[in-house]
């Protein structure tokens, strides 16, 4: 059976810290690894994954795939309190993983 | 305000009523998804639409019905729901992959409640 986790589930800093959040998977026949992010209703895309080794970035976020080792972890530098949501991802037909609850208190 | 368009944002109703959920989307996705979401848990996928053709059940209660009567347009028509059943209903479109997952569109979402 595909399994995505998710780790830390829960994490809590003040702003200015970087976090790293990650996920692993087990799935048959990989195809990409999406992270998304949930603040108070629709998750909203940040980055999509195929291939090992290749950074993507967007702004103080960053993501990279290990296809080797089966997981991805996202950064986020410099952490403000909008960035308090809830970080998916999900990886082949559209299952997510857990979740990560980031909190960043001011 | 999102892309993807759901109505009505919020609904409750009594385990005998049958109601629908809409979701409406203009970009030009051929994918359109059914998530349900409890609260502190990440979305569960339920049905997807390809090509207005259900390509994926999730083995989800017949109670729960989809319909796609065109490209831009996704319903989901409930009967007889249980209690457990209260949730957020997310509804998401995307360019059908091609050997890999495409970046999911999600709409704000329906909040059920069964009484």
């Known amino acids: 059976e595909d399994k995505v986790v998710q780790s830390p589930l829960s994490l809590v800093v003040h702003e200015g810290d970087t976090v790293t959040l990650n996920c692993s998977y087990e799935?048959?026949?990989?195809?990409?690894l999406l992270w998304y992010k949930q603040e108070k209703k629709a998750p909203t895309f940040l980055f999509m994954l195929t291939s090992s080794g290749i950074e993507k970035k967007s702004g103080r976020l960053s993501s990279i795939l290990d296809k080797k080792e089966l997981f991805s972890i996202l950064n986020i530098t410099a952490t403000q309190t909008g960035d308090s949501a809830i970080y998916l991802c999900a990886v082949n037909d559209m299952r997510f993983g857990a979740g990560t609850r980031l909190t960043v208190k001011p | 305000d999102t892309e993807v368009t759901q109505t009505p944002k919020h609904l409750v109703m009594g385990m005998t009523n049958k109601k629908s959920l809409k979701c409406e989307q203009h970009m030009g996705h051929r994918a359109m998804y059914w998530y349900k979401q409890k609260a502190k848990k990440p979305p569960e996928l339920m049905f997807v639409?390809?090509?207005?053709?259900?390509?994926i059940n999730e083995s989800v209660p017949s109670r729960f019905s989809p319909e796609c009567p065109n490209s831009s347009l996704l319903n989901l028509h409930l009967h007889a729901l249980q209690p457990e059943d209260s949730a957020l209903y997310l509804c998401?479109?995307?360019?059908?992959?091609?050997?890999?997952?495409?970046?999911?569109?999600f709409g704000d979402g329906t909040r059920l409640s069964i009484l």
């Open positions: 799935v048959t026949n990989f195809r990409s």
């Open positions: 639409y390809s090509y207005e053709k259900l390509s």
């Open positions: 998401a479109s995307s360019h059908p992959g091609q050997g890999i997952n495409q970046p999911q569109h």
